[in-house]
């Protein structure tokens, strides 16, 4: 499942993210964030990290630098 999330995620870099330039306010940005959230996390983990960044995602958010957590226990703490 984190396979084919991933490739959707992908496709996205590869036709939709060009057309729409570099406007991302993080770094990574969110597209590679759900890619390694994905790989370290698994498909739930992941998306529940992904859905959190992406809901930062916004002119009133100032942005920065936002990793993604080394241990689930540190990405729990971010979660809430």
């Not at 990574?28 to 890619?35: D, F, G, K």
Request: proline share 6%; glycine share 6%.
């Amino acid at each position: 499942m984190s396979n084919i999330l991933i490739l959707i995620v992908k496709i996205y870099q590869w036709t939709l993210s060009p057309w729409l330039g570099q406007n991302c306010r993080f770094y990574p940005t969110c597209s590679n964030y759900s890619i390694e959230s994905l790989r370290r996390y698994g498909p739930w983990k992941g998306l529940r990290l992904t859905v959190r960044r992406l809901s930062k995602c916004h002119p009133l958010h100032e942005g920065g630098i936002d990793e993604v957590p080394e241990t689930w226990e540190a990405a729990k703490e971010k979660v809430r």
